[in-house]
């Protein structure tokens, strides 16, 4: 089992900046990959970041490209999602999951993670 619990969501303008933290505890050293998504009201869940626990390969999606930046350090076994240049179309629950089993490339998939955190809010208004 893995436990995960996201922090650092807020309230900010468009433009601000924010980091969420996700710090995993439990058999942290089964993980293979760790991810971020997102969920706006009325929409279905969506790929944000995803990184690789022990190499550090990252993929994103188009949209947050060039404003967010996925990191992890494995002192703290905690997994970072630096965001810039928020966007109100940012605003939705991020959540951070974790995948225990290798894959060749990195999972965008919800479906492909075990293990959730519980989410945390980011507003963004303009």
């Known amino acids: 089992q893995v436990q995960l619990v996201e922090s650092g969501g807020g309230a900010v303008q468009a433009g601000d900046s924010l980091r969420l933290s996700c710090a995993a505890s439990?058999?942290?050293?089964?993980?293979?990959?760790m991810g971020w998504f997102r969920q706006a009201p009325g929409k279905e869940r969506e790929f944000v970041a995803a990184?690789?626990?022990?190499?550090?390969?990252?993929v994103y999606a188009d949209s947050v490209k060039g404003r967010f930046t996925i990191s992890r350090d494995h002192a703290q076994n905690t997994v970072f999602l630096q965001m810039i240049s928020l966007k109100p179309e940012d605003t939705a629950v991020y959540y951070c999951?974790?995948?225990?089993?290798?894959?060749?490339?990195?999972?965008?998939?919800?479906?492909?993670?075990?293990?959730w955190g519980q989410g945390t809010q980011v507003t963004v208004s303009s």
């Open positions: 999951a974790a995948r225990t089993s290798y894959m060749y490339s990195l999972p965008t998939s919800y479906n492909a993670y075990d293990y």
């Open positions: 439990g058999r942290t050293f089964s993980t293979y990959a």
């Open positions: 990184i690789t626990w022990s190499g550090g390969n990252t």
